[in-house]
């Protein structure tokens, strides 16, 4: 068992802490670098964008033909914690949610004649799309709850009903949407692509929420008959299920790469201070309370990384690692806030100002233990396994050399 990083990918993360100390760290001090909701501003966003293209730091879970890094599932853990360390680092390099999530949904199913049009936009970051489950009475964690419905028409399908906390979908012009096609259990779900210019569907609101935002925000829709095409379908009628599942699985778990990186943050962050910072005639670096909070949260992110790891190198080997990223999507959501609560706690004051990123990343934080199945769900799933599997639950792979 081998935890040490192969050359090529020690480098690679060599090079984006370069460019993430050296160009984006920098920039979160200024507040020009804002836009109106904390999410980079447009224009630089842009600069950089180039920038990272540039360093070779882009798109780096596509393949190589198309523009990306063609990086594994274990590599892109690797290089999301390391951009992460910035709050632009993501976004930077196109590897943020939605359009990370996307992206590598679409590379899997879609038929080749089909990614021209659908998918490389996205690679390219000439476009943001969106991807429209989640409803006001209904799905969120339990996509069975999905009330939306397609209907039928020739060689189209006709959209009626209500989405909301549609990540980007503000500045989004592709779109999955999940829609509920007949009653069945299992396959009453069907997915299907739109353009934004498409008529029939409109924003309602852009929801305020608690944290920072991503450009295009969290968006309620309303779809008043929308017409799509059937040859903008994905997998088969009734395969919605699976291509949420598709999607879901791959995408919790690089949130829980992104998030690691905050986490890392924070507590640099918050090491810097109370290595610097006296109190009552010492440091508070050398106070037994402080090194308990440090080394508690640094232990939670370390436990975090070895599940991460373990589910990345499960999604590599062909599975579809259903107990590993449920595993990792609640601890490193706790880790996360464990330590962005630690770093600003030390801090103090000056945590809770604006000084640091440290109160955009506490605020930032809180969503994490919602997004993508709470982590109640994922418990819940966890102790089905449990359940099932007995002994079996905490078997070991086994590996056939030769």
Same mark, same amino acid.
Request: proline residues 19%; contains cysteine.
């Given at each position: 068992m081998d935890f040490a990083l192969? *050359?090529?990918l020690g480098e690679l993360k060599a090079r984006i802490a370069r460019f993430v100390d050296d160009r984006l760290i920098p920039l979160e001090a200024d507040a020009a670098s804002y836009d109106a909701h904390e999410a +980079?501003?447009?224009?630089?966003l842009a600069q950089l964008r180039e920038e990272a293209k540039r360093e070779g730091l882009w798109a780096l879970a596509m393949p190589r033909a198309r523009g990306g890094g063609g990086l594994s599932r274990v590599g892109m853990a690797v290089a999301y914690e390391e951009m992460n360390r910035s +709050? %632009?680092? *993501?976004?930077?390099?196109n590897a943020a949610a939605p359009d990370d999530g996307n992206m590598l949904l679409l590379e899997r199913i879609l038929p080749e004649p089909m990614k021209e049009r659908w998918l490389q936009p996205i690679i390219d970051g000439r476009v943001q799309s969106a991807f429209a489950m989640t409803e006001p009475d209904g799905c969120g964690s339990d996509p069975s709850l999905t009330y939306t419905r397609a209907e039928r028409e020739g060689d189209a399908w006709r959209i009626t009903g209500r989405k909301w906390f549609i990540t980007g979908a503000g500045k989004a012009s592709i779109f999955i949407l999940i829609a509920r096609t007949s009653d069945e259990d299992r396959k009453g779900l069907t997915a299907f692509l739109f353009d934004a210019d498409s008529p029939g569907w409109r924003i309602l609101r852009r929801i305020p929420i608690m944290g920072p935002e991503e450009h295009g925000g969290h968006c309620e829709l309303v779809f008043e008959g929308l017409l799509i095409p059937d040859s903008q379908r994905l997998l088969g009628v009734g395969d919605g299920l699976r291509v949420t599942q598709i999607r879901l699985g791959t995408a919790r778990l690089t949130h829980c790469m992104r998030w690691l990186g905050l986490a890392r943050r924070c507590l640099e962050i918050a090491t810097d201070h109370v290595a610097r910072r006296r109190s009552f005639g010492m440091l508070l670096i050398d106070r037994e309370s402080v090194q308990g909070m440090l080394a508690q949260a640094a232990l939670e992110i370390e436990i975090g990384r070895l599940l991460?790891?373990?589910a990345a190198w499960a999604l590599d080997q062909g599975? %579809?690692?259903r107990k590993e990223i449920s595993m990792a999507k609640v601890v490193v959501a706790d880790a996360l806030h464990r330590a962005a609560d630690t770093a600003l706690q030390l801090l103090g004051a000056k945590g809770y100002s604006k000084d640091t *990123?440290?109160?955009w990343i506490y605020r930032y934080a809180r969503?994490?233990?919602l997004v993508d199945g709470a982590s109640e769900v994922h418990r819940m799933v966890l102790a089905g396994m449990l359940r099932r599997e007995g002994r079996d639950f905490f078997a070991w792979g086994t590996r056939r050399d030769g």
């Open positions: 192969p *050359p090529d +980079i501003a447009p224009a630089l +709050i %632009f680092g *993501p976004v930077v390099c991460v790891m373990r599975s %579809f690692a *990123p440290v109160e969503q994490a233990r």
